[in-house]
């Protein structure tokens, strides 16, 4: 596990909000494939500067947008393994909490634990999982 940095000039919160709708402006409604890269990976470097101090090392940056890729890929098997699931939302619930699980399992490939919780806005011995009473995946 990589030391972690100290960690400062972290974006504040309004600044982070003002960074998003920076990142938003001028997107078209319909963006290209590049154009949504762009932007998530834009989302990621902004928490990252808001959670972990803009001098978060470029090489852990990198590492942790290959870990989102890997991410996203397991996120649209998902959505897609839903259409043929769709009326078992038991089993997607479930499918949803072992991607939180995957999600932070990946994530601290590349963070120290501290990092870990911060980044995930989870408080001490919290494990990742979906918000109480949220119900997206109920259609």
Same mark, same amino acid.
């Given at each position: 596990?990589? *030391?972690?940095?100290?960690?400062?000039?972290?974006?504040?919160?309004?600044?982070? #909000?003002?960074?998003?709708?920076?990142?938003?402006?001028?997107?078209?409604?319909?963006?290209?494939?590049?154009?949504?890269?762009? &932007?998530? @990976?834009?989302? +990621?470097?902004?928490?990252?500067?808001?959670?972990?101090?803009?001098? $978060?090392?470029? =090489?852990?940056?990198?590492? &942790?947008?290959?870990? *989102?890729?890997?991410?996203?890929?397991?996120?649209?098997?998902?959505?897609?393994?839903? +259409?043929? @699931?769709? $009326? $078992? !939302?038991?089993? &997607?619930?479930?499918?949803?909490?072992?991607?939180?699980? $995957?999600?932070?399992?990946?994530? !601290?490939?590349?963070?120290?634990?501290? #990092? %870990?919780?911060?980044?995930?806005? %989870?408080?001490?011995?919290?494990?990742?999982?979906?918000?109480?009473?949220? =119900?997206?995946? @109920? @259609?």
């Amino acid at each position: 596990m990589p *030391q972690t940095p100290e960690l400062s000039g972290r974006l504040t919160q309004e600044e982070y #909000e003002k960074g998003i709708i920076e990142l938003y402006r001028g997107v078209p409604p319909m963006p290209t494939p590049d154009q949504e890269r762009a &932007l998530r @990976r834009g989302e +990621l470097e902004l928490s990252i500067d808001y959670r972990l101090g803009r001098n $978060f090392p470029p =090489d852990r940056r990198a590492a &942790l947008w290959e870990v *989102q890729q890997r991410i996203e890929k397991r996120r649209l098997r998902l959505a897609l393994g839903h +259409l043929w @699931r769709r $009326f $078992f !939302s038991m089993l &997607l619930q479930r499918d949803a909490g072992a991607m939180a699980a $995957f999600a932070a399992d990946e994530y !601290s490939k590349v963070l120290s634990e501290p #990092e %870990l919780r911060r980044f995930l806005d %989870l408080n001490e011995g919290e494990q990742p999982a979906l918000p109480a009473g949220v =119900d997206h995946f @109920r @259609r």
